[in-house]
């Protein structure tokens, strides 16, 4: 599940704030725009991975229904296929899942 909007901007804010503390980095511009920059990132990626699910899905049942050599239909894990599907399509974008 997707966290919201909501969720995102806190992460981000919070983000931010323990590196800001932690001296881990010195910061060019505002907080605010900090956060904002990682809240636009990290709903990027959440977009993507969305995208890829939707796409490994889509070819997981394709794949189902024509079946394997040797295997029968029946047998066939969709969620394991969906997964499989899912971690050839992010690797190939450079997408670590």
């Known amino acids: 599940m997707r966290p919201s909007r909501a969720q995102i901007e806190r992460l981000a804010e919070a983000l931010v704030q323990h590196l800001v503390e932690a001296r881990a980095v010195e910061l060019r511009v505002a907080p605010a725009e900090a956060a904002a920059a990682f809240a636009a990132v990290l709903t990027r990626n959440f977009e993507e991975e969305a995208a890829i699910e939707r796409e490994a899905a889509e ?16 047998e066939l894990d969709l969620r394991r296929v969906q997964q ?14």
Do not use: N, T
């Not at 499989?84 to 899942?97: D, E, N, S």
């Open 59 to 74: 070819e997981a049942e394709r794949l189902v229904r024509r079946g394997a050599p040797g295997i029968r239909r029946d």
């Open 84 to 97: 499989l599907v899912m971690q050839r399509i992010a690797k190939a974008r450079g997408f670590p899942l």
